[in-house]
């Protein structure tokens, strides 16, 4: 079972910032937090990933909570072009490494 | 470099046939994935290695098998192909575990009939 969990849907208007949330209650102290995305009708992209402290890269920034139990992935200026399905997963660091996908979160952005 | 890619980009196959998806990548990437997503749904897991030789089932194996005999080609094979496994494929490899991000192919889409 996916280790994950988002909302189904969130919706934003263009040039407005969008929250993105995910909750890993069981997440362990050796796992990365990791965001890609899915435009339609291709495959997902990496979109940034964490470890403790909040990251920001041209495309995002990354929220992680004190405990990491969650986190957020940040959107400043939401575009039509981000209209995506969002994936939040765990990466461990050891051996075993059964990456498995959550529904992610379809975002839908209005103009 | 091409980074990950995967042959055919469409198939429509008859019940019962076999046929190989393949997946290579150039980037010297030791793990590699094949995942399925049904219209409207997320990402399943079939398969996944993490290294030449060693290959372990994901979340959805039932149907296919896969090989890894060289670091740069993770081939996903159907041998009885079934109406359920219309899907759209994904390859994904990526250089380690932890911290290193995942890359994935443009997919391939099958239509069984």
């Known amino acids: 079972d996916a280790k994950t969990t988002q909302p189904n849907s969130m919706e934003s208007n263009e040039e407005e910032p969008v929250h993105l949330p995910c909750n890993h209650s069981t997440i362990s102290g050796t796992d990365y937090i990791h965001w890609y995305r899915q435009l339609p009708s291709q495959g997902p992209e990496y979109v940034i990933h964490g470890l403790t402290s909040n990251v920001n890269n041209r495309m995002a920034s990354l929220a992680i909570a004190e405990d990491r139990k969650s986190s957020t992935l940040i959107l400043h200026r939401a575009t039509l072009r981000d209209a995506a399905v969002y994936y939040c997963i765990l990466r461990d660091v050891t051996d075993t490494d059964k990456l498995i996908f959550g529904t992610g979160t379809r975002l839908q952005v209005f103009p | 470099n091409a980074g990950v890619t995967q042959t055919p980009k469409f198939r429509i196959l008859k019940i019962g046939q076999s046929m190989t998806l393949q997946c290579t990548q150039d980037m010297n990437h030791n793990y590699m994935y094949w995942y399925r997503q049904d219209p409207g749904m997320g990402l399943k897991l079939i398969y996944y290695?993490?290294?030449?030789?060693?290959?372990d089932k994901g979340e959805v194996p039932n149907g296919y098998n896969v090989s890894r005999s060289t670091t740069e080609d993770f081939p996903l094979r159907l041998e009885l192909a079934a109406p359920s496994q219309t899907s759209v494929y994904f390859c994904?490899?990526?250089?380690?575990?932890?911290?290193?991000?995942?890359?994935f192919g443009n997919g391939t889409r099958l239509t069984v009939t």
């Open positions: 290695s993490v290294g030449a030789g060693i290959t």
């Open positions: 994904a490899s990526s250089a380690g575990q932890g911290s290193s991000p995942l890359h």
